[in-house]
């Protein structure tokens, strides 16, 4: 097991003697400095700009704070944060993120700077993140921001605010211009908020509320129009949703697109009923549309029953691969979000989730173990079976991202399931086996830009769960080709393809992205 026993009192100890001062009494415009932490126990998605994403909701903030006030944002996916002058420091932040953030807020809380975090983490842990920072503010940004600022113009900011889950209409477009000093690779873009499913493990319905709440599509074309990169990424969790209308909107959007001329390369998230109809997945690809993660979670209707995975439960797990088929014949590749440890799963239903996807045609995939993240209904259950084996908070909620073991299940403990997986990522992210995925990509959509993007999605996720046992001080190897393992003939033989690819492809679109 791991050794989890740092204190965040003496993480933060060692930090305080780097701190500086600074205020910003005598400037007339107050400094608002946004902050978005990085886990540090983890490089991996750190390690490639293809994984930079920007921090959407710090944008928010930034566009609803008032114009007299300076905005600056430090994403520490660029670089390290240090205390500056500044009137307020606002962070936002996953829950891996979170013992970062609180290490910052008490560097800045040192240096006589007033911290405020707000974000999913503080939204499920207000109590603890109030141990931390100053200021505490639950919900979305649009609700309750503009009051935290007149309070502490005014002098009488409390502890605690609640922006709750605003109406529609209310939510805002980003201030993107915080974004301008670092070198995103794609734009993020959201048109809709809300899910009513809510999945066992996960944090959306509670956080972004039951309903789905849609944003009016020319809000949408307009915003996306005055994006300056080739590439954007849709946040929405379902693109599509299942309300009256979706599909319709959909095609409003993606032929908006289109009759724009936005020409936009894009991906999104979806459910399997993305497939339903052949205009949404037409009008899709036409606006550029390359690749969709997609919730599928298990082949095993045990597994999805055992987190509430009800939409999949009530497709069948015999839709996936008509679904799959479809896509591709629209040439849309599919990211699937596979999880493992499930209560009933025992180390055979493992392998066979590996074999399940390694066989079927999905394209590539995100392969997390079961993580119980604050707020959700998993974490309640599995806290009160005592079932959590890392929770040492906050330290450890720098491991709750899906690529450690942090629970034992009913048929395997913490170090089982943990080594299980590790051979498990072993077989599915070997370049071997990507490489293999890529060419039935490439035969099943037609298309090399999404057999390279795909192919490219799953080196990073084989970077960020191998991090643990590639990862050499600082840097994590590109090769996953195992440690003294000789490259296969395989390997050798296709490896011009691959050189080609990249010429054409990828580079191509990064600079594009890039240079803008
Ligand atoms: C896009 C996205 C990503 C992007 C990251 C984009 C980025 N830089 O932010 C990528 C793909 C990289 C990613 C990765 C992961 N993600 Co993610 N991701 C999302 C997603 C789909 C949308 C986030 C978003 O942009 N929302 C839109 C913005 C506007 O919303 P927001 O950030 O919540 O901000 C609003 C409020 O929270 C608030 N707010 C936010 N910050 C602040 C700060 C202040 C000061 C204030 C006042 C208010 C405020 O106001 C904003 C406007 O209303 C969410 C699901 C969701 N619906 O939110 C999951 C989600 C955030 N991800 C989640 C997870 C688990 C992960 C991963 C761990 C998964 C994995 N293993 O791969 C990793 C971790 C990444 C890491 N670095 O550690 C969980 C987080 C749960 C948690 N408790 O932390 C979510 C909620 C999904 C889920 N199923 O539960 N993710
Ligand atoms: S996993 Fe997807 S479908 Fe389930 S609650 Fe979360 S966003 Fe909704």
Redesign the pocket.
């Known amino acids: 097991m791991v050794d989890l026993s740092n204190s965040l009192e003496q993480n933060l100890t060692a930090h305080l003697g780097q701190i500086g001062t600074g205020s910003m009494a005598n400037e007339k415009r107050r400094k608002l400095i946004?902050v978005?932490p990085?886990?540090r126990l983890?490089i991996g998605?750190?390690n490639t700009q293809g994984?930079?994403?920007?921090?959407?909701?710090?944008?928010?903030?930034a566009a609803v704070t008032p114009d007299d006030w300076v905005v600056e944002m430090i994403?520490e996916?660029f670089e390290e944060f240090t205390v500056r002058p500044a009137d307020l420091v606002?962070?936002?932040?996953?829950?891996?993120?979170?013992f970062r953030a609180y290490e910052i807020a008490s560097m800045c809380r040192e240096a006589g700077i007033h911290t405020?975090?707000?974000?999913?983490?503080?939204?499920?842990c207000s109590e603890e993140a109030a141990r931390f920072v100053d200021t505490v503010?639950t919900?979305?940004?649009?609700?309750?921001?503009p009051q935290?600022i007149a309070d502490f113009e005014a002098g009488q900011i409390r502890r605690f605010?609640d922006?709750g889950i605003?109406d529609v209409a209310s939510?805002?477009a980003?201030r993107r211009d915080i974004y301008d000093k670092y070198p995103y690779v794609y734009d993020?873009v959201?048109t809709s908020?809300?899910?009513p499913w809510g999945?066992e493990?996960?944090?959306?319905t509670r956080?972004?509320g039951k309903t789905y709440r849609e944003r009016d599509v020319e809000a949408v074309l307009q915003e996306l129009a005055e994006t300056k990169r080739k590439l954007v990424?849709f946040?929405?969790?379902n693109l599509v949703n299942l309300k009256k209308g979706a599909e319709e909107r959909a095609i409003e959007l993606f032929r908006g697109m289109v009759n724009r001329k936005l020409n936009k390369t894009w991906y999104s998230?979806a459910a399997v009923n993305f497939a339903d109809n052949e205009q949404v997945l037409y009008w899709a690809r036409k606006s550029g549309c390359f690749m969709l993660?997609m919730g599928i979670e298990a082949e095993n209707p045990n597994a999805l029953k055992d987190v509430r995975k009800n939409l999949n439960l009530k497709r069948g797990v015999s839709s996936y691969d008509r679904v799959f088929k479809k896509m591709h014949r629209h040439g849309i590749g599919v990211l699937a979000a596979m999880i493992f440890g499930m209560d009933s799963d025992t180390r055979e239903d493992l392998y066979a989730r590996r074999d399940f996807i390694l066989n079927s045609s999905i394209d590539t995939y995100?392969c997390?173990i079961l993580?119980p993240?604050?707020?959700?209904v998993l974490f309640n259950r599995l806290d009160s079976e005592n079932r959590i084996v890392m929770n040492n908070y906050p330290y450890d909620w720098q491991q709750?991202?899906?690529?450690i073991a942090t629970i034992r299940t009913p048929n395997l403990d913490r170090d089982e399931l943990d080594d299980i997986m590790r051979e498990i990522w072993m077989k599915l992210y070997h370049k071997e086996s990507l490489r293999r995925k890529m060419f039935r990509t490439l035969w099943n959509t037609r298309s090399f830009k999404t057999a390279y993007w795909t192919y490219a999605t799953g080196h990073n996720?084989g970077r960020?769960f191998l991090e643990r046992f590639i990862r050499r001080n600082d840097t994590i190897s590109d090769k996953l080709e195992w440690l003294n393992e000789k490259r296969s003939l395989f390997l050798r033989l296709t490896d011009a393809v691959i050189w080609l690819f990249y010429r054409i492809s990828w580079q191509r679109m990064l600079r594009r992205s890039i240079d803008r």
Do not use: K
Request: charge should be negative.
């Open positions: 946004l978005n990085v886990n983890r998605f750190t994984t930079h994403a920007m921090p959407l909701g710090l944008g928010i903030v994403d996916y606002a962070l936002t932040g996953f829950t891996p993120a979170a405020v975090i707000g974000g999913i983490h503080a939204s499920m503010f919900g979305e940004a649009e609700g309750a921001w935290l605010y922006g605003v939510i805002a980003p993020l959201q908020r809300g899910c999945c493990f996960c944090s959306v956080m972004c990424f946040v929405d969790d998230q993660l995100q997390t993580t993240l604050p707020g959700t709750h991202d899906g690529m996720y960020m």
